[in-house]
């Protein structure tokens, strides 16, 4: 199957909660009649190919969990068509066949697991319910845990875990009936950055390790960048933009050059010096911090040359000189921007 996720004309709405109303209204609001509502997807439209690491980037609020669930058959659509391994999310006859082909890790990860039990008793709890037989449980629990790094700490209950551990055991459990498709919500959340890069490594290699479907959603480029094969950007309840990451940097990056320098210290009278860059030319931006200054040039070349004579004739010194890529936050910024001033 080429494309084991698919969505075509996909729309979601959800009525609109007031306060303070009348009795009139409450029955209106009741029946549902004449009642606001607030559209999340607007005939949505995605793709994810088989094998790959896809990643729906968008804001707070944007419908990206609201998506995961329609996946996962928790929540229907209002129409159009939602597909996984071919099957029909709003025909609830396919509800067990793609509940057994899918694993799904989403918010308040902690809530979902028995405390009292350890890591081990936890998943082993879980494949019963998948009807995993009882040998082979422990069998996948044991091997699972122990590639996500949890294998020495397999019979510790819960309490001892830490926020970055109970996310790799949502990841363990996920993956433990060997589902197909992997369906992440914002898994990366309130991670320090060791337990978010560990996080990502045990997905990456799972997933190739085992040639699994991922589809993650996030609000934070960053995670996106490192880790999608594939970028979707959720805007307004459609997608506005889609690729790898290089080809939406070079459709939708920064048309500027950014370059970050650094000073062995920053001279007396920095606030004329930055004055001065600004008025020279090729320079749209300059920001300070401590000892290094970034600017914006648009014309990198002049504003370069321009900045070196300056800082040449007040004798300040440059220890250091950076050109930033463009980044997936800048594509992120730029596209969002350009939608909400029409363009």
Do not use: C
């Not at 029955?27 to 004449?34: A, C, F, K, R, T």
């Not at 928790?74 to 509800?95: C, Y």
């Not at 997933?207 to 490192?226: D, G, H, I, L, P």
């Not at 000189?321 to 001033?341: A, G, H, Q, W």
């Amino acid at each position: 199957m080429d494309y084991p996720i698919e969505a075509e004309g996909l729309k979601k709405s959800f009525r609109q909660l007031a306060h303070g109303q009348g009795l009139t209204e409450k029955i209106n609001d009741y029946l549902g009649i004449g009642k606001a509502r607030h559209v999340v997807f607007d005939s949505f439209d995605l793709k994810v190919k088989q094998g790959e690491i896809y990643g729906l980037l968008g804001p707070n609020g944007s419908g990206k969990t609201t998506l995961i669930r329609i996946l996962a058959t928790t929540m229907l659509p209002d129409s159009g068509t939602v597909t996984v391994n071919g099957l029909d999310v709003s025909d609830s006859r396919n509800k067990d066949r793609i509940s057994s082909t899918i694993g799904v890790v989403l918010g308040e990860r902690s809530r979902s697991f028995y405390w009292r039990l350890t890591a081990k008793q936890n998943l082993e709890f879980y494949a019963a319910m998948y009807d995993v037989d009882r040998k082979e449980a422990t069998e996948r629990a044991e091997y699972i845990l122990d590639f996500v790094g949890l294998g020495k700490r397999k019979d510790d209950s819960l309490f001892n875990f830490s926020s970055g551990m109970l996310n790799r055991l949502a990841i363990a459990r996920a993956f433990l009936h060997s589902p197909d498709i992997l369906l992440l919500d914002e898994f990366l959340v309130n991670l320090d950055p060791k337990a978010s890069y560990d996080t990502r490594e045990v997905i990456r290699n799972l997933a190739r390790k085992e040639r699994k479907t991922v589809f993650f959603t996030s609000n934070n480029a960053y995670e996106a960048e490192s880790m999608a094969d594939r970028v979707g950007i959720l805007y307004k309840g459609r997608m506005v933009a889609e690729g790898t990451v290089e080809e939406l940097k070079q459709r939708f990056g920064e048309k500027d050059t950014t370059v970050r320098l650094t000073f062995d210290a920053m001279p007396v009278g920095s606030d004329a010096l930055v004055r001065q860059l600004r008025e020279s030319g090729g320079i749209s931006h300059t920001s300070v911090r401590g000892t290094t200054m970034t600017l914006i040039a648009t014309e990198p070349m002049a504003g370069l040359e321009n900045a070196v004579r300056i800082f040449k004739s007040k004798g300040v010194r440059v220890r250091n000189v950076e050109v930033l890529p463009s980044s997936l936050e800048s594509v992120f910024i730029n596209i969002t921007r350009d939608k909400t001033n029409g363009a």
